[in-house]
């Protein structure tokens, strides 16, 4: 089998490395030889059940896993020993004959993808996942204009240009990449592969839990481009219309810090309960819930590139979500299929009537197949890991 290094910064050991990194090497290891560089967090690693179980699943699929610690801090100097590190990683397994093609997950690792590239002639795939640069931005994190901020863009085009093929999220950001560089990306081969889900896993329950129902939110809600003030007053409403509903975030965000931006009154009290849960436990804590909310940042340039993972795994469970429009093709994927209520405004007059939208929606006996229906078309797993075969095919035997 022909030998591929797949690097990213992401850890193997979270939620978002298990569904959107090993669920996809699981199908190509049947074909290429995988060696995986991730960055691990200390909090997870510490977790030594969990290491082990991620080894293991590494092993019975033949993917050779190279974990490396995560540094947070210093701000800066933490991303540039990433890529030291990547860097020498990655010229040391192409001097070894592992690595014939190099897949890069997200920016950072794109860049030593390049630099790697232009050293031995190894080609390398431009995995972009979303507009990072744009997201920094738009979370406060990144300063339009500056040093920093040039820097990442000129990343950004020279690994569009340079890339022996680029993956983008949503087609929304490949309508804007091609407007922004025309130049750079003539002849350039992008696919699109939102974030899937492993859909034997999140599933519909075999029967839908009694009364109460619960409204919930999944992931990170902290992360500065995630509208915690919506989901404040979508909980709010909710919890007036419907006095015997309940109310779940399932993250992995501080809980006192979460508690404090969605409930700081604490209006809600033992409704809203807050909790986390491993990656093989999420399947099980979703299809508990009866709708599930996601609020982003929309309308900025970021949230065109945003694919949320969570939106897979809520319809996969046969759910409905309630969401805002400008982000990725999350609103054309709602209206398509009838699967959910798109909310305009954050004001106490469009949040009700979100809500009453969602009431009458969740009286449709045939929504949870809508659901499904969405999910098997949209987010599978086995349709985006055949794409990444397809394109792994065409860079290392091309016709």
């Known amino acids: 089998m022909t030998p591929t290094l797949y690097i990213t910064r992401n850890g193997m050991l979270e939620p978002l490395g298990q569904s959107q990194v090993l669920s996809y ?10 060696t995986l560089i991730s960055f691990e967090k200390p909090e997870d690693w510490a977790d030594e059940t969990a290491v082990q179980r991620v080894q293991k699943d590494c ?8 974990p490396q610690p995560f540094h947070h801090r210093p701000k800066v100097l933490a991303p540039a020993w990433s890529m030291l590190t990547f860097l020498w990683l990655c010229l040391r397994e192409i001097r070894r004959g592992n690595a014939e093609l190099i897949h890069a997950r997200s920016y950072i690792p794109a860049a030593v993808a390049m630099v790697a590239g232009k050293l031995t002639g190894t080609p390398f795939i ?19 204009g500056s040093w920093m901020h040039r820097a990442i863009v000129w990343a950004e085009r020279t690994c569009l240009k340079r890339a022996a093929a680029v993956v983008s999220l949503t087609h929304a950001a490949v309508e804007y990449l091609r407007e922004t560089y025309p130049d750079e990306l003539e002849g350039q081969r992008i696919v699109v592969i939102p974030t899937c889900a492993d859909l034997e896993r999140f599933a519909p329950p075999s029967s839908r839990p009694a009364e109460p129902p619960i409204y919930s939110c999944i992931g990170t809600v902290l992360s500065g481009w995630f509208r915690t003030d919506w989901l404040r007053t979508f909980f709010k409403v909710a919890a007036k219309k419907s006095p015997n509903a309940q109310f779940e975030i ?10 404090e931006s969605i409930d700081p009154k604490d209006l809600l009290g033992e409704r809203l309960q807050i909790l986390a849960r491993k990656p093989h436990q999420m399947p ?14 929309g309308g900025s340039i970021s949230e065109l590139g945003r694919s949320p993972t969570r ?15 400008g982000v990725g093709d999350v609103a054309s994927i709602i209206k398509r299929y ?13 949040m009700p009537r979100a809500w009453s939208a969602l009431q009458q ?11 499904r229906r969405a999910a098997e078309e949209t987010f599978s797993l086995h349709s985006g890991t055949e794409k990444y075969k397809d394109i792994y095919a065409r860079i290392l035997r091309p016709s």
């Open 361 to 371: 929606l969740e009286r449709d006996p045939e929504l949870p197949q809508r659901c």
């Open 250 to 259: 399932v993250t992995r965000d501080d809980a006192s810090q979460v508690r």
């Open 59 to 66: 092993d019975r699929h033949g993917i050779r896993w190279l």
């Open 126 to 144: 431009f995995d972009m996942r979303a507009l990072w640069p744009e997201e920094l931005i738009t979370a406060g994190r990144l300063k339009r």
């Open 311 to 325: 939106m897979a795994e809520i319809l996969g469970c046969g759910l409905p979500v309630v969401a805002n429009e």
């Open 25 to 34: 090497l699981r199908g190509l290891s049947n074909d290429y030889q995988i």
């Open 338 to 350: 009838r699967v959910g209520v798109l909310v305009k405004e954050n004001t106490l007059d469009d």
């Open 284 to 297: 099980s804590a979703v299809q508990r819930h009866t709708a599930s909310v996601m609020f982003y940042a």
